[in-house]
């Protein structure tokens, strides 16, 4: 596990209340109790605080919909900090 998957599953484990969740890059909503699209909008503020970054409407909407994966908001966290988008 690489230092922003494990920092992302630490953001996980406070979103969900659970200090036992193991991400991977194929977890997705459907993996993990309670990932409604109200808990999908408070991950998303969580990650934005945790990393410093903003998500575009669409990417939240691209993010949030069925058979999107952890490893698909890696890529998308990986991209924005290297371009440095705030």
Excluded: C, P, Y
Aim: hydrophobic share 40%; glycine share 6%.
């Amino acid at each position: 596990m690489n230092e922003l998957q494990s920092e992302l599953q630490d953001v996980l484990r406070r979103v969900f209340d659970d200090d036992e969740l193991v991400i991977t890059d194929s977890t997705s909503a459907a993996d993990i109790d309670g990932w409604d699209s109200m808990a999908h909008i408070n991950l998303i503020i969580a990650v934005e605080k945790r990393f410093g970054i903003k998500f575009t409407a669409s990417e939240i909407a691209t993010l949030g919909q069925r058979g999107q994966t952890v490893g698909n908001m890696i890529q998308v966290l990986q991209s924005k900090i290297q371009r440095g988008t705030k």
